[in-house]
C-alpha cells in the first residue's frame, strides 16, 4: 500500500460547482459512479439527525449500495422539520432521475448552518450544472470553514489488479454560526460486498474518527460513506476474508486515520495536533477512553496551547475516566521526554521540554502498566482563535 | 429559612494563618467544634484521590464523627506517594495532639499544586499558631486563584431552637499550574446523627456540586464535608425525619446551591453564570443530565461569552446526550426570550435578545415535552480569559 497522488477511482466521476448558496466559494458537489457501487455509512450519534443524514442512513441500509452522492456546504438542512425532509427527498429524486437511475442509489449530504431551509431553486439549477468529470473540485464544494481541502489516495494491489482508494472530508468541529460539521466520503475501485464494507467502516471508524475531538460536540450531520464499485477488479472475486482482505482493511484504515487526523489538525482555532497513545491499558475500550479523555481536556489542550508541561493536568484526565488503572503505575511522556513515571513526577529539564512543546504535533505517551491493550486518539489544542471564532457574532 | 450575616454557629471555632505555603497569603487554617460533631463527607470520583482526600474519607466512614478539619492551600498533597500520604497522616495526629482528642476526629483538606509534598515544618509551625477563635480567616485561607472568599449562613427554627448553617468553599475549576481544586466545608449547630447527614449529603450533592462545571475535569482533591454539633438543640431529639427534619434539609440545601452556584460564577475567566434549566423531562436523571450537557458545551459556553443566541448549539448539546427526546418537542428559551419552539428556530428580536444577553446571568430554560421531571445545572462562559489562564506557563 502506498499513497499516491490525487485521483478518482476507476469508474468514478465528480463535479464540484457554485450554486449560489455562498457568495462566492464552490458549494455543491456530487460523486457519481459508473455502475452501482456496494456502499456503506456511519452517522452521527447525535438524536437530531439532520434529514439529509436520516435519508442517506435509510437509502444505504435498503441494500447496501450507492451510485452516486449530491452534497453541499453552506446549508445544513438540521432542524428544518418536515420541510427539510421533504426538500432532501427531492434533491435524492432530481439526482436519480438526472442520472436515470434508482432513488435509492442516491446519497445525500448537506453541511453549513442549522435551522435554515435549502434554497431548492438554487439546488435544482446547481444540480443542472453538473457534469461526470474527473476534477477534485467537490473536495472544495463541501469545506464550510475548514481551511483547506483534505484528500488522500493510496493505491495497493489485491489478485495481482492496483486498486485505488481515495478519500476527502470537511470537519473542524462545531463552528460558527452553527455549523454541522464533518462529512467524509471515501471511494474505491476495489471490489467487496456492501455488508463487509458496512462492518469494515464501522469497526474502522471506532478507530479512527470516534477517537478524533476538537470540542467534544457531535454535530446533526456527521457522515462517513464509502462506495466500492469494484471497476478495477472486474474479473476477479469480491475481497472478503484473508491476506486480500487484509491488505484492502489496512488501506482503508489508513485512509480513514488519514482524514480523521486532518480534521483534528484543522479543528478551529488550533495551532497543533495532539496524539495520545495509550498502552499497557486492561481492554482496548480502557486504552480509547483514557487517549480520548486526554486529549478532550480543555486543560490539557489550553496547556499545550502555552507549550506547558503541565502533567498534573494529564493523570487528572485518565484518572478522571472509569478505565481499570494501577493508580501507582502510570508512566507518562511529552515528545518522547518521559515526565511522570510510577504516577509520580520526574525532574526534567523544562526549558528544552518547553522548546520541543513548540511543535506543531505534541505526542502524549501514557503506559498504563496495567494490560496489554493500545488506544490512540487525535485532537487539537485549545486557543484564544477557538473563543473568537465560537464567541464571535452570527455574521 | 433566611440568609443571615455569615458566622460561626454555636459551639464552632476557627483560625487562619500563613504558615509561608505561599508568599503573603493566608495558606492555612482549621474549623474546631468545642464537641465531637456528626459528620459526613463526599469526595471526588478521579481515580487519582489525593492522599488528604483518602484519609478524610476512611476518617470520616469510621463513626461518620469530625472534631476538627485543618486545612491548607498551596500544596495539594497529591501525586504524591507514600511521602504524601504518610505527611498527610502525621497532620491529622499532630492536629489531633493539639486539641487533645482522638486522630478519628480529624479531617485533613489540602488544596493547590499537584505532585509537590507538603513541607512539613511550615506545617508544624503553622499549626502552632492556629488558635479557637470566631474570625473568618479560614474561608480565605483555603482560596487558591479564586478571585473571592465564598460564604453563607443561614438561620432557621426547629422545636424552637434557631440553628445556623454556615458554608464556605474554594473552587474555581482545574487552574494553573495544576491545581487540585473544589473544597467545600458546611457546618451547623442544629442535631442530625451522621449516618443519616451522609445520606442526605449524598442526595443534594447530586442535584448541586455534582451539577456544575467549569471545564469538565474532575480534580484529584474534591470534597465536601458536613459537621453538625447540635450545640443549637442541646435537649432537643435528633433531627431524623419529618417536617422539622424538611426545614433542615432545605436550609442545607440552599447553602450548598448557594456554594455550588457561586463556584460556577468565579470559574475561571468567567463573565457570566450560566444556569440551564429542564423541564419535561422523561426522568430526573436525563433533566440533569440534559442540563449539565448544555452548561458544559464549549461551543454553548463561547457562544454566550458572544452574547449569541446561537440554538442551534443548545440543540447539539441537548441532542448529544442519551437522554429520552421527543425530536420535535424541544423549547428554548434564553432569558426569558423563547427562540426554538417545537424543535425548529423562532422569528426573534436579535438585536433585543442580544441586549439581554449582556447579563451576567444567562438563564437557560428547556422544555422536554416528554415527561414531568426537571433538573438544573450551572456553569460560566468561555473568554479568551479561561485560555490565558490555562496557558501560561505555571509561574
Request: glycine share 8%; proline share 2%.
Amino acid at each position: 500500500m502506498e499513497e499516491i497522488d490525487f485521483k478518482w477511482p476507476n469508474g468514478f466521476f465528480a463535479d464540484g460547482i457554485h450554486a449560489g448558496l455562498r457568495k462566492k466559494r464552490l458549494d455543491m458537489g456530487w460523486v457519481v459512479s459508473e455502475v452501482p457501487a456496494q456502499s456503506a455509512g456511519v452517522y452521527t450519534t447525535n438524536q437530531f439527525q439532520a434529514a439529509p443524514t436520516k435519508l442517506t442512513k435509510e437509502t444505504i441500509n435498503k441494500k447496501h449500495e450507492l451510485q452516486a452522492i449530491i452534497m453541499n456546504s453552506a446549508v445544513a438542512n438540521s432542524c428544518t422539520g418536515i420541510e427539510g425532509t421533504e426538500n432532501a427527498h427531492e434533491e435524492q429524486a432530481l439526482v436519480a432521475s438526472k442520472l436515470g437511475i434508482d432513488k435509492d442509489l442516491v446519497g445525500v449530504a448537506s453541511t453549513g448552518v442549522i435551522g435554515i431551509q435549502l434554497p431548492m431553486d438554487k439546488i435544482k439549477q446547481g444540480l443542472a450544472e453538473l457534469q461526470k468529470t474527473k476534477n477534485f473540485k467537490v473536495t472544495e464544494a463541501v469545506l464550510t470553514t475548514d481551511t483547506h481541502s483534505k484528500t488522500i489516495s493510496v493505491s495497493f494491489e489485491v489478485f495481482g489488479k492496483t486498486c485505488t482508494i481515495s478519500g476527502f472530508c470537511k470537519g473542524s468541529g462545531m463552528i460558527k454560526p452553527n455549523m454541522a460539521t464533518m462529512l467524509g466520503f471515501v471511494v474505491t475501485d476495489a471490489k467487496v460486498a456492501g455488508q463487509k464494507l458496512q462492518e469494515t467502516l464501522v469497526e474502522l471508524t471506532n478507530e479512527t474518527f470516534n477517537q478524533i475531538t476538537v470540542d467534544g460536540d457531535t454535530s446533526t450531520n456527521d457522515m462517513v460513506v464509502v462506495m466500492a464499485n469494484g471497476q478495477a477488479m472486474q474479473d476477479e472475486p469480491e475481497l472478503s476474508e484473508g491476506s486480500e482482505y487484509e491488505i484492502f482493511k489496512a488501506a482503508l484504515k489508513h485512509v480513514l486515520g488519514f482524514l480523521a487526523k486532518e480534521i483534528a489538525r484543522d479543528g478551529e482555532g488550533a495551532t497543533k495536533l495532539v496524539e495520545a497513545n495509550v498502552n499497557g491499558a486492561h481492554s482496548k475500550e480502557d486504552a480509547q477512553h483514557v487517549a480520548k479523555a486526554i486529549v478532550g481536556s480543555n486543560l490539557v489542550k489550553a496547556a499545550l496551547f502555552g507549550e506547558d508541561a503541565n502533567w498534573g493536568r494529564i493523570i487528572d484526565a485518565i484518572g478522571s475516566t472509569n478505565a481499570k488503572l494501577k493508580i501507582d503505575s502510570v508512566d507518562i511522556a511529552l515528545n518522547k521526554t518521559k515526565i511522570v513515571e510510577h504516577s509520580l513526577g520526574l525532574d526534567f529539564d523544562e526549558e528544552a521540554l518547553k522548546e520541543k512543546l513548540k511543535s506543531d504535533e505534541i505526542i502524549i505517551d501514557v503506559e498504563l502498566n496495567n494490560g496489554d491493550f493500545k488506544g490512540q486518539a487525535w485532537g487539537c489544542d485549545l486557543t484564544y482563535k477557538y473563543v473568537q471564532i465560537n464567541a464571535s457574532y452570527r455574521s
